[in-house]
């Protein structure tokens, strides 16, 4: 069936709907959006809700809403798991495979039937109902008030920037005009939806891009409390906001809470077997991530090997362009990569100093612009005093920073990593641990350079004191270790974790005692950073491996 007659079939009336009654449920499904893992175990799951509901003092209405087949297979789990703490759960979605493609409207009406029809059996606990017909009837121009159609436009720039790794967006392009029909569509919907149920509180994935994005910001605009979620690289463990966005890495309140102590020597130990692993190349614990492609070689090797002199050294540690985490981060500048560019500038006119830029060795899992691209086209030869490391480039990170006088950085954790060792750092992006007390933080370009002066001027008498090293451990660890919580079920193992961890585990009295708290965070209850203090710290594997 071609594209033109999908599109056709798809607006009239009934007619996905009679395909799906007469063939397509009879067919085994083999779309690229799928939801068969949660096919499989959902019947199951919604028996154990059932038998093994638990009750909360104060139940609360919860709307979750989620789009993509991943997500939604993830947020239904989450929702099982909250109807079986007895709160009543009113579950939306959006039944796209894609965000940055076109879909015909049959296709997507298929995708809605086929969800309709794996979710069914979790209409025992909850209420299920798709947002499809909704946005589809806010139709090519939706209408939106002001305030909700600049939500539209900033998440759907921040959709085209994620998408195409880019930090400034052609308003023209195709992708941010898809975006922005959708999540103007979505917003209409999600508005009535949200208008309709008037929930305690909506439960979001990510928060910051797409449809939940958008989800999270209309939520806001009519006063809803929020909680948004998201997994980093660790097993049994979720990043959660309440009524802020996860992917901020909003860190405040949790250092406000703990940031005033000595480091735990089991906690310390923890670290170092971290950033061990982390300089040579290798898995610790349960993080699922090497961060160094090759084991370090000493800093003396890499001085040689760059032909670097004794001249005050600055490393400038890149991010990957359009990464999640530098979405609205800019300070100094307008973008991370004008950021670089000026710095070069800086460092072509002192020549009395050298200059080592780090491009991130994530760029090699993009697609992107390379930050050694912009660089080029800015500088097509650069001075001696200025080395620039490609992604590919075998020199790892750590033996860098071993040389350096002084570091330079946009968001990356780099910057948090030097100043561990003592390093002054210069932070010009809005990271979370900017402000934390081991960092230098202009707050324009004019005090960056000023900054920059100082420091290179004396990097010897900038270098941190004993007590900003100190702090910059404590915020390292709480960071790792605390700031992400519990939990039975991580996206990127969700198959194999819900079947070590199934459902009627997660509410028995022993998951409740790993994981309840974290779901009672979900369902929002407030989030004591102080009350937990270092609850990880008995858990922790150590490793008396010194990485710094």
């Not at 130990?269 to 971290?274: E, R, V």
């Not at 900054?451 to 001027?457: A, E, F, K, N, T």
């Not at 009350?531 to 922790?540: D, I, Y």
Request: aromatic residues 10%; charged residues 20%.
């Amino acid at each position: 069936m071609n594209g033109n007659l999908k599109d056709l079939l798809g607006k009239l009336p009934l007619t996905v709907e009679g395909f799906w009654a007469l063939r397509g449920r009879n067919k085994p499904w083999s779309a690229h959006y799928e939801l068969e893992s949660l096919k499989e175990v959902l019947p199951k799951a919604v028996e154990d809700v059932q038998k093994h509901q638990r009750k909360v003092e104060h139940p609360r209405k919860i709307c979750v809403f989620s789009t993509l087949h991943y997500w939604i297979e993830q947020s239904m789990l989450v929702s099982l798991a909250l109807a079986g703490q007895s709160h009543q759960i009113v579950f939306g979605w959006l039944p796209y495979a894609d965000w940055d493609k076109e879909i015909s409207r049959f296709d997507l009406r298929r995708h809605d039937l086929y969800t309709q029809d794996v979710l069914q059996p979790a209409s025992q606990v909850m209420r299920i109902g798709s947002l499809l017909n909704a946005s589809l009837q806010a139709g090519s121009q939706p209408s939106l008030t002001p305030e909700m159609q600049k939500i539209v436009d900033q998440v759907s720039d921040y959709d085209t920037q994620y998408t195409l790794q880019i930090e400034e967006t052609d308003l023209s392009s195709p992708l941010y005009q898809l975006r922005r029909l959708r999540n103007g569509q979505a917003a209409r919907a999600i508005f009535d939806w949200l208008k309709a149920e008037k929930p305690d509180l909506m439960v979001i994935p990510n928060g910051t891009i797409l449809e939940m994005g958008v989800a999270y910001q209309v939520a806001g605009l009519l006063g809803i409390e929020t909680v948004t979620f998201e997994f980093a690289d660790q097993q049994e463990r979720i990043w959660l906001a309440q009524n802020d966005e996860i992917m901020q890495h909003n860190t405040t309140d949790l250092w406000n809470s703990l940031g005033n102590q000595p480091l735990p020597g089991k906690a310390h130990q923890a670290l170092m077997g971290l950033f061990g692993a982390r300089k040579n190349a290798h898995l610790w614990g349960n993080f699922a991530r090497q961060w160094q492609q090759n084991p370090v070689k000493g800093g003396a090797s890499v001085r040689k090997s760059l032909k670097l002199d004794l001249r005050p050294l600055a490393l400038l540690a890149t991010n990957v362009l359009g990464d999640s985490l530098t979405l609205g981060r800019q300070r100094i500048t307008q973008t991370m990569a004008e950021m670089i560019v000026k710095t070069i500038g800086y460092f072509i006119r002192h020549p009395e100093l050298q200059l080592v830029v780090r491009v991130h060795p994530g760029e090699l899992k993009t697609h992107g612009t390379s930050m050694v691209d912009v660089i080029n086209e800015a500088y097509p030869d650069l001075p001696e005093n200025i080395h620039v490391i490609r992604p590919e480039d075998k020199t790892n990170t750590y033996d860098l920073m071993e040389i350096a006088d002084f570091g330079l950085v946009y968001t990356t954790t780099v910057g948090m990593e030097m100043a561990m060792s003592a390093l002054p750092v210069i932070a010009t992006g809005k990271t979370h641990y900017a402000g934390k007390g081991f960092t230098l933080d202009p707050q324009t370009w004019q005090e960056y350079e000023r900054i920059l002066d100082y420091v290179s001027q004396n990097p010897a008498s900038a270098r941190l004191t004993p007590a900003q090293v100190d702090k910059a451990w404590l915020y390292a660890y709480l960071f790792f270790f605390e700031f992400s919580l519990p939990f039975p079920w991580h996206i990127l193992w969700l198959h194999d974790d819900f079947k070590n961890r199934p459902m009627s585990y997660v509410l028995s009295d022993e998951g409740q005692q790993k994981y309840g708290l974290t779901f009672a965070y979900l369902a929002g209850e407030p989030l004591d950073w102080a009350a937990r203090g270092f609850a990880r710290l008995e858990t922790l594997p150590t490793n008396e491996e010194n990485p710094l």
